[in-house]
């Protein structure tokens, strides 16, 4: 096979064909000229040799690595990685507004964007003015800028302000004042000037400069981060100067080999998540680039499991120390709420449940969440918001009872707000209630994953169980018990028990939903739960077992908190289901007085049926308003009143649907015989 030129043979090769051509030449006419003559030739090739090869050695060496540029002044120019979007904005407020704020934290690149929105601004370097004001006061900032424009420092007091807006007005030039930290830094300059521009950058927060237009420095996409983190030295073009061959010759520059660019190609999937999760903020992303780069035996893998892992090392301290810098600027209650949300760092926080975590106002907490969403140090989604992966590399801590107080809070939150949701279910208002649940249930499955705070653990898996058995959703339902009966604690681990019972004897397992109660049943309290003498009874009746079914429900109604009305919903309709399945057990034709027992049964159902019915009406439960007329139709057709029962199961029918349980108004369609599509 032929072998390809090497790079800047060509230029080497022609100097040897022409000094070769020359060489020849001379040699003929040395023969003619004799022995002084041939010197000639064997000069010029001792010469021309060593030459040919030190200019093909200095054609082909590899340039050193650049040095990293990073935009400090109006000279820098390493490229921007994913600014175009937010540079075009900026561009083009300033042009409509003459005025304009370019907020963003820092190490997000903020003055990168308003150097270039400067550069392109103005197109003579003359009318380019550019003022640092990190670290000064109002009267520092204004010193600065009468110098930039070259009006004396004398006048630096309140007559300043006039004599710099004459300055600048109608003269075309555009005033960047670059690191402002304090809105009070550069008040007296946000403002329109005609025929100039004013260009503020820094960390400041929404709406702190009213009346001026403002863009957002967000953080870099995956893709954008990934790119950035592949070049971390700001590279740039190498110079042509010193090296008219290359433009005679049209060569193309040779680049060093990206190390980086190799290794990163090995391995998409983790780099794909790595950027995702960590490559947010150019500042961090180019400084995350040069340590990998100057660790060639360090993986994207291995990179990500050593920003995730608490292992200590010289490297891992290295990247800790650089993910620290990250709350340069943050607010202290920007920082409480970071350390606050790291308690459940994977879970999204809703607007109230941030406020219940902080013991703050939603207001403030919602401009805190702004502030951190702009460092790229949260995530804002549809389902609310959580911590970035980046965020929780700080070990952030407020130390364990702040922390302890601060869990217990939130999840009173949550248990509350998921009690009210799970009676919504019920109601007219189901559908709002399924809006939440759908958004939330992923939080409140990771709040039961914990041991502490038991009594709210417990009342969030009472609410998750009415949205999980509506939603049909059984491997949910088993799940959160599980979870319950691994936390090894009361009642948590009989509630899990009760729960896998009740789902056993409902697919008809009889043998393990005998099996789950038992264990209940030797983890419960003396006094015992109402859930454990429901069980009890509903297996009772199951296998039969009447009395004993009657007595269960009796002791649950015994064992209820007060005010618990829609536990006693439930008890009354269990009473009289036991009551119809004993007028049922009562066998017909028999002597009048079991025709009598029977009818009083049946009477018996009727009333607690008519009773549950009452108190669902009184709380306005549809749930069991239907599940209670449906029953009342059932006795009613016992007792050969078949039109009063059609009447309960058309109501019922319409209370089910009332709730969107389309299984409920199938059935009572199915009773009535009336059409159900």
């Not at 060496?61 to 990293?68: A, D, H, K, T, V």
């Not at 990934?226 to 049209?250: D, K, Q, V």
């Not at 983890?523 to 039969?544: C, I, K, V, Y």
């Not at 027992?597 to 009477?603: C, F, G, K, M, V």
Request: charged fraction near 25%; glycine fraction near 10%; aromatic fraction near 4%.
């Amino acid at each position: 096979m032929r072998r390809p030129l090497r790079t800047g043979s060509r230029l080497t090769g022609s100097a040897a064909f022409a000094g070769g051509v020359v060489a020849f030449v001379l040699d003929l006419t040395a023969n003619q000229l004799g022995a002084l003559g041939q010197w000639v030739p064997w000069t010029l090739m001792v010469v021309g040799a060593p030459t040919a090869v030190t200019l093909w050695v200095l054609d082909n060496r590899m340039p050193p690595p650049p040095e990293p540029i990073e935009r400090r002044s109006l000279t820098d120019r390493s490229p921007l990685v994913g600014r175009d979007d937010v540079i075009d904005e900026t561009v083009r407020k300033a042009r409509a507004h003459r005025c304009v704020l370019v907020r963003g934290p820092r190490g997000i690149g903020t003055s990168a964007v308003a150097i270039e929105v400067l550069l392109r601004l103005v197109a003579e370097p003359g009318r380019r003015r550019w003022v640092d004001a990190y670290g000064q006061s109002e009267r520092e900032v204004r010193l600065a800028v009468l110098r930039e424009l070259n009006l004396p420092v004398s006048n630096a007091g309140v007559g300043a302000i006039e004599l710099i807006v004459g300055r600048l007005q109608d003269s075309g030039q555009a005033l960047l004042i670059d690191n402002v930290t304090d809105p009070a830094q550069v008040r007296w300059i946000a403002r329109p000037i005609s025929g100039a521009y004013v260009i503020i950058a820094g960390d400041v927060g929404p709406d702190d400069l009213h009346g001026i237009a403002e863009t957002t420095v967000g953080g870099l996409t995956p893709e954008d981060g990934l790119r950035l983190f592949c070049n971390p030295y700001g590279l740039t073009p190498a110079s042509e100067r010193g090296r008219p061959w290359r433009r005679l010759w049209h060569r193309a520059v040779r680049r060093p080999p990206n190390a980086i660019e190799e290794r990163v190609g090995a391995e998409p999937g983790p780099a794909a998540e790595l950027a995702r999760s960590y490559l947010l903020r150019p500042r961090i992303v180019k400084e995350a680039g040069r340590i990998f780069d100057a660790n060639p035996e360090l993986s994207v893998s291995e990179l990500l499991d050593l920003l995730r892992s608490s292992d200590r090392s010289p490297l891992s301290q290295r990247f800790r120390d650089l993910f620290r810098s990250l709350l340069v600027g943050v607010p202290k209650e920007g920082r409480r709420l970071l350390t606050l949300m790291s308690a459940l760092p994977h879970a999204p926080y809703e607007r109230g449940a941030l406020a219940a975590l902080t013991g703050r106002p939603v207001a403030r907490v919602d401009a805190s969440v702004a502030d951190l969403v702009a460092r790229a140090l949260v995530h804002r989604g549809p389902g609310g918001v959580r911590l970035t992966e980046q965020a929780g590399t700080l070990g952030l801590d407020l130390g364990r009872r702040r922390r302890a107080r601060a869990v217990r809070r939130l999840y009173a939150y949550y248990a509350e707000l998921a009690a009210d949701h799970a009676d919504r279910l019920g109601t007219e208002r189901y559908a709002e209630a399924r809006v939440w649940f759908a958004s939330a249930d992923a939080v409140l499955r990771k709040l039961t994953d914990r041991a502490e705070p038991r009594a709210e653990i417990v009342e969030i898996a009472d609410a998750l169980e009415v949205w999980y058995a509506r939603e049909g959703r059984t491997s949910e339902r088993e799940a959160v018990a599980w979870t319950l009966i691994e936390s090894e604690s009361e009642p948590a681990a009989s509630v899990g028990h009760l729960r896998l019972a009740a789902m056993a004897r409902t697919r008809g397992d009889a043998d393990a939903a005998q099996r789950h109660l038992d264990l209940a049943t030797g983890l419960r309290r003396t006094r015992g739960l109402p859930q454990w003498h429901t069980e009890a009874a509903l297996q009772s009746l199951d296998r039969g077992d009447l009395a004993a079914a009657r007595t269960n429900i009796e002791a649950c109604i015994a064992a209820r908190p007060p005010g618990d009305t829609r536990g006693r919903i439930g008890d009354e309709i269990n009473l009289g289901v036991i009551a119809t399945r004993q007028a049922d057990a009562t066998p017909g034709g028999e002597p009048p007085d079991a025709s009598d027992r029977r009818a009083e049964q049946l009477e018996r159902a009727y009333y607690h049926f008519v009773q549950a019915l009452d108190l669902a009406e009184d709380v306005g439960e549809l749930d069991g308003q239907a599940h209670a007329r449906e029953m009342i139709g059932v006795v009613l057709a016992g007792q050969q009143k078949t039109r009063a029962a059609l009447r309960e199961w058309q109501a019922a029918g319409e209370l089910w649907g009332r709730i969107g349980d389309e299984a409920g108004r199938l059935r009572c369609g199915r009773r009535s015989g009336a059409p159900t599509g």
